[in-house]
């Protein structure tokens, strides 16, 4: 609607006539003084037989400038005489009601709550491009081991660019596959590999945070470090080159296999890696680090700055094979221990040899990750088994651990008492695996009674459930998910499937990856999104993994064009 403007002084006399031009200022300056006159001011509507006037006294409150020297203005909205058909735009003139008046009012209140939602969204968005731009792609290594944040921390009034709210488009999107990083000239990045990803304590400038290895054209090269990039949504990620994260103690050493672990108690995000310290191989065209070494820790309370690393276990200790993970830790619900597979990997470098095989364990810790010690080990009797995944099964009082192998299938094993022992791995026939990484993830959830919302309880936060209703517990389901290659072999394959709380029989949820000819798409890591409001009883489960093109020896990468990086796929799940 298109309306004519009259200004009148204090006695009463009519000013020129101000008519709306066809642009979005003059449009909100009218919605700025409909809103003045309705939550600011009184209302004094006086009725003719010809004209209907609106008053409103401006104040400074509403934005609204005195016209004229020392005038105090008012504003009338004029409609035309009734006996007229058209204004002076040729449209239609109506007389104005009480309806409208209503109707204008909305839009006022829902223009603000727009503008002022869109505002702290771009406060937001400035105060994460200032800080990538200040730490100028490489993360800040800490003088000590306690953790400390280097920027303000992120309240409420800083708000989410959440695309996972009931009203979104990604709400009725059942599958994406983004990209988090892609290995470039411009980065001088060449390999990318062992993505890691988990949610960022709170307070933090994003929600997510992704880590990886990577180089600049191959496994093992001292160059080899740890990169991460954030997101809010799963879907853009920040900055495109990614930062270094600055966790190794020598500079020489190549770093491996990032594992996070966020300690929402404590509000801590913990970062597990291996540091190469031995068993260096002389190659062509560049010596290479043998997988693994110390496995070392830093903590961090902002994704940014890291404290100094301390290690859990040397490459020297039980038998001097390079100790490696891959996969995240478990928190018993009974007994709080933190349970971290890993294992030590025979090595082929010249004066290395241990003489001992390649054995799989786990490391306890009992006061939640500040002590640790190695329990479990497990001595297969057709080859050896690595890169174990753990999940906690449904009742709690057992967990389940599945490795690779060059059987065709993943291995199995459980542990009846929090993983200080295992049983003796057998074959899982249901499971196909190429020889290559799985990734399990255990959760609880409920769906909300009043809301329909569906809440995710992660195994670390099963005891937090005291705090709600009984009927809540009694409607508690447990889920494992599984994210690995399906297929005896070959890496071009990979796919989602869930099991309902036991681990004894998976159902294939989503083929993620149908396969492409000399590319992998591999080395998973799945966890449960526990920031996904649409409702509709689903559940949105996310799947991190590398791919890259497959070489006949690894001197052929220095000769290929940068190819691969990290995907980063969301797969939606019925929570019957």
């Not at 008012?74 to 735009?89: C, G, H, K, L, S």
């Not at 994406?176 to 001088?188: L, Q, R």
Request: hydrophobic fraction near 30%; charge should be positive.
């Amino acid at each position: 609607r298109r309306y004519r403007y009259i200004q009148y002084d204090d006695d009463g006399k009519q000013r020129d006539e101000m008519k709306p031009k066809k642009s979005n200022a003059i449009k909100c300056c009218l919605l700025l003084a409909i809103a003045g006159f309705v939550l600011y001011t009184s209302v004094d509507v006086a009725t003719t037989t010809t004209t209907t006037s609106i008053t409103t006294t401006t104040t400074s409150a509403t934005g609204i400038q005195n016209v004229g020297s020392g005038a105090k203005a008012n504003v009338r909205r004029e409609f035309a005489d009734e006996n007229d058909n058209t204004d002076d735009y040729g449209e239609s003139k109506r007389g104005y009601t009480h309806r409208e008046e209503e109707e204008a009012v909305e839009e006022i209140r829902t223009s603000s709550f727009s503008s002022s939602s869109s505002s702290s969204k771009n406060k937001r968005r400035a105060k994460q491009k200032e800080i990538l731009k200040t730490i100028n792609g490489h993360a800040k290594m800490l003088p000590d081991k306690s953790p400390s944040r280097v920027y303000d921390i992120f309240t409420d009034d800083d708000e989410f660019e959440d695309s996972n709210t009931a009203s979104s488009s990604s709400c009725k999107t059942q599958f994406t596959i983004s990209d988090a990083f892609k290995n470039a000239n411009s980065n001088g990045i060449g390999y990318s590999h062992m993505a890691m990803l988990s949610p960022l304590p709170k307070g933090s400038f994003y929600r997510w945070i992704l880590v990886w290895q990577c180089s600049k054209g191959i496994e093992g090269t001292a160059d080899m470090h740890l990169r991460a990039v954030f997101s809010d949504d799963l879907n853009k990620w920040m900055p495109k080159d990614g930062i270094e994260l600055n966790v190794k103690k020598d500079k020489k050493n190549a770093v491996w296999a990032p594992v996070l672990h966020l300690d929402e108690k404590e509000n801590v995000l913990w970062l597990f890696f291996s540091e190469s310290v031995k068993c260096l191989r002389l190659m062509s065209p560049e010596n290479r680090w043998s997988p693994g070494g110390n496995i070392n820790a830093v903590s961090s309370i902002d994704g940014i700055s890291w404290t100094k690393p301390k290690t859990l276990i040397t490459s020297e200790s039980e038998s001097g094979n390079p100790k490696v993970i891959a996969n995240k830790l478990v928190v018993h619900p009974k007994s709080k221990h933190w349970i971290l597979p890993y294992w030590g990997e025979a090595s082929s470098a010249k004066g290395c040899r241990s003489g001992h095989p390649t054995i799989s364990g786990v490391l306890i810790s009992k006061d939640e990750g500040h002590t640790w010690h190695s329990h479990g080990k497990v001595h297969p009797r057709h080859g050896r088994v690595i890169e174990g995944t753990v999940a906690v099964t449904e009742n709690g009082s057992s967990i389940l651990q599945l490795w690779r192998s060059k059987s065709g299938f993943l291995m199995q094993s459980t542990s009846a008492n929090g993983g200080f022992t295992w049983t003796s791995p057998r074959k899982r026939t249901d499971l196909k695996n190429p020889d290559s990484k799985s990734s399990l993830i255990d959760f609880s959830y409920y769906v909300n009674g009043t809301s329909g919302k569906t809440i995710i309880v992660s195994n670390s936060g099963i005891s937090e459930l005291s705090s709600t209703s009984s009927k809540a517990k009694q409607s508690l389901k447990h889920v494992i998910a599984l994210a690995f290659n399906d297929a005896s072999s070959g890496r071009k394959k990979l796919s989602l499937a869930v099991s309902s709380g036991d681990g004894k029989r998976f159902s294939k949820l989503k083929e993620i990856e149908p396969g492409k000819s000399g590319v992998h798409f591999h080395y998973p890591t799945v966890i449960a999104d526990p920031y996904y409001a649409c409702g509709g009883n689903k559940i949105r489960i996310t799947v991190a993994y590398s791919y890259m093109k497959r070489v006949n020896g690894w001197g052929n990468v220095y000769r290929q064009a940068k190819f691969g990086g990290i995907k980063v796929a969301t797969v939606l799940m019925d929570a019957a």
